[in-house]
């Protein structure tokens, strides 16, 4: 079955400093990827996708790049702020599934000015 | 700026009670999802239709709750009768499914509490 892995957080730290967080899928076909994040209260939201290997997706200063060699989907970021703390959540759809969204436990970001 | 809408927002109830949370999904979109979310198990689907008909519900505990949806702008989730074990917070989702890869939409979740 599918099956999508993150680096277990918390992970603090500082304005300005750089991002990754580790994502590894298990699909049994050609899944899309996709990085959520989750601000406190509130749903969760689209960060950014992508649909087919080598594919990057952006957004706000996230990145990430489906790498089929490597099973892995990172989420980084040059320079987080205080306004990026949040939980983030690697997901995988694919049409095994029926296109059920696998996610991963989350991470949670804490920045600090 | 459409967005999924869910009632409650909070909701406390008993042991043995009924509860009932509704979504309205964002206008034209034909897929909707429910998803729990806890501290132990993370975010878990419990159901999901498209075009308002269920196409999986095998994450749900089927002794208790029920999914349905009466038209294409409400679906509803019912819990009866609710344990404390359900105190979660439940998120519904939609989205819009051409043939393919689609992007779930998250409501802002009712946070549920039984005591």
């Known amino acids: 079955g599918n099956s999508v892995t993150q680096m277990e957080g918390p992970v603090t730290l500082s304005e300005e400093a750089f991002l990754t967080i580790n994502c590894t899928y298990t699909a049994t076909g050609y899944p899309s990827l996709f990085w959520y994040v989750q601000y406190p209260g509130e749903g969760l939201q689209l960060l950014l996708k992508a649909t087919k290997a080598d594919d990057k997706g952006s957004n706000k200063g996230f990145e990430a790049t489906y790498r089929k060699e490597t099973t892995s989907f990172h989420l980084e970021k040059g320079s987080v702020q205080v306004s990026d703390s949040a939980v983030y959540f690697c997901?995988?759809?694919?049409?095994?599934?029926?296109?059920?969204?696998?996610f991963g436990k989350g991470t949670l970001l804490t920045v600090n000015p | 700026d459409a967005r999924v809408t869910q009632t409650p927002r909070d909701k406390v109830t008993e042991m043995g009670q009924e509860v009932t949370m509704r979504c309205q999904p964002i206008?034209?979109?034909?897929?909707v999802f429910w998803y729990r979310q806890t501290m132990m198990q993370g975010l878990e689907l419990l159901a999901y239709?498209?075009?308002?008909?269920?196409?999986?519900d095998s994450g749900m505990p089927k002794d208790r709750f029920s999914a349905e949806m009466p038209d294409a702008t409400l679906a509803t989730l019912k819990i009866q009768p609710s344990e404390p074990r359900d105190s979660a917070v439940y998120f519904c989702?939609?989205?819009?499914?051409?043939?393919?890869?689609?992007?779930?939409?998250f409501g802002p979740g009712t946070r549920l509490l039984v005591l």
């Open positions: 997901a995988l759809m694919d049409s095994g599934s029926n296109y059920k969204l696998t």
């Open positions: 989702a939609s989205g819009l499914w051409v043939a393919g890869v689609e992007t779930q939409y």
């Open positions: 239709f498209r075009n308002r008909a269920p196409l999986d």
């Open positions: 206008l034209g979109h034909n897929t």
